[in-house]
């Protein structure tokens, strides 16, 4: 196994430590497993908090901050966070409007996050929740019921951070979550298989000189299997199944996400195959990011997101952020 860890029963917890070491603006607290903005709470703005299983970094720690998320609970590697790190990060951000939990579409931080609310809720925060289910891969995996939550993630949480940041009610800062949800749709392609620190070794098998059209974030099946394709072809693939569901009507955000293991070398090549589809299907592009946000782990491989955009959600897109692993306008 070649992994830059100590053990595998320690590699959350040196991360978060490693985190707090790197960004003081954050309050990690490594033995709760709870990452929480250190202005937090903000007077008169509402609180958002999301979380989910280790392993997808910057996802969602990385993303805690000024126009962003108030707090993240990461869970074990591939595993959801439990109810009482949800309910100590909503009690740390609340500062009496509320608290929207942002879940993606996994079973085991459904259910967390739902009792988290309960018992939120009977500690006096008011919880409201939205759900991300953006990718079209396919419609239940491993891992869910319906859809999973994906790339979409990144944008649900920017903009309905943006709107908390603005001091918007939390009843509009979860429809502006839900829009940015509906708005979007998320296609993945595994080139290699992800490896997990417990395992030691590769979570399925994939072999050389094949991929898999449409995988999980943590190595779930996809659509297919076939023998290895180009950046051009992939991009045809993925780019199409995504506006077959999606059907824009309105300029689109473009995420090109790497899995954890594409260079950015690989990545900005296979965003320009992006934009050329696009291009041909004509859909103008409103913004493109490009980058490693929702991984998983050693996977080689790439995601393309894209939500369509009103003059609204551009704007909560464009406006100023400064977490860890995003930030512009400030």
């Known amino acids: 196994m070649r992994m830059l860890i ?22 990690v607290d490594v033995e709760h497993r709870v990452v929480v903005r250190r202005d937090a709470p903000v007077a008169g703005k509402v609180g958002l908090v999301s979380g989910g299983g280790s392993g997808h970094e910057p996802l969602h720690a990385g993303f805690v901050g000024p126009g962003m998320l ?39 931080d459904v259910l967390n996050f739902d009792m988290a609310a309960e018992l939120a809720e009977d500690e006096g925060v008011q919880v409201a929740k939205v759900l991300v289910n953006d990718d079209v891969a396919v419609t239940d ?26 001091g ?55 659509r297919e299997r076939r023998a290895m394709m180009t950046a051009r072809e992939i991009a045809d693939f993925a780019v199409d199944a995504v506006l077959e569901d999606l059907r824009p009507t309105m300029p689109v955000l473009v995420l090109v996400n790497g899995m954890g293991a594409t260079p ?14 696009l291009s041909e299907r004509g ?28 003059e609204e959600l551009l704007r909560l897109w ?5 977490t860890a692993a995003l930030r512009w306008g400030r």
Do not use: W
């Open 6 to 27: 100590n053990v595998p029963e320690t590699v959350v917890s040196d991360a978060l430590r490693g985190m707090a070491a790197a960004h003081p603006g954050l309050t």
């Open 70 to 108: 108030s707090a993240a609970c990461p869970g074990e590697v591939f595993t959801s966070p439990v109810p009482d790190q949800m309910v100590r990060a909503a009690a740390a951000v609340d500062s009496g409007q509320g608290v929207l939990f942002v879940v993606k579409n996994y079973t085991g």
């Open 141 to 166: 995996s491993l891992f869910t019921a319906g859809r999973r939550g994906t790339g979409a993630t990144l944008f649900v949480e920017k903009m309905a951070g943006a709107a908390a940041e603005e």
């Open 168 to 222: 918007a009610p939390l009843e509009r800062v979860a429809a502006v979550g839900r829009q940015a949800n509906e708005s979007s749709r998320s296609f993945g392609v595994a080139l290699s298989a992800v490896t997990t620190p417990a395992k030691g070794t590769p979570t399925f098998d994939l072999p050389s000189g094949e991929l898999e059209l449409g995988i999980g974030i943590h190595g779930e099946p996809g």
């Open 264 to 277: 950015l070398l690989e990545l900005y090549g296979f965003n320009a195959e992006v934009q050329r589809v």
């Open 283 to 310: 859909v103008p592009v409103a913004r493109t990011l490009v980058g490693n946000y929702v991984t998983s782990l050693d996977m080689a491989g790439c995601s393309v997101t894209l939500c369509q955009v009103d």
């Open 318 to 322: 464009d406006a100023p952020v400064e």
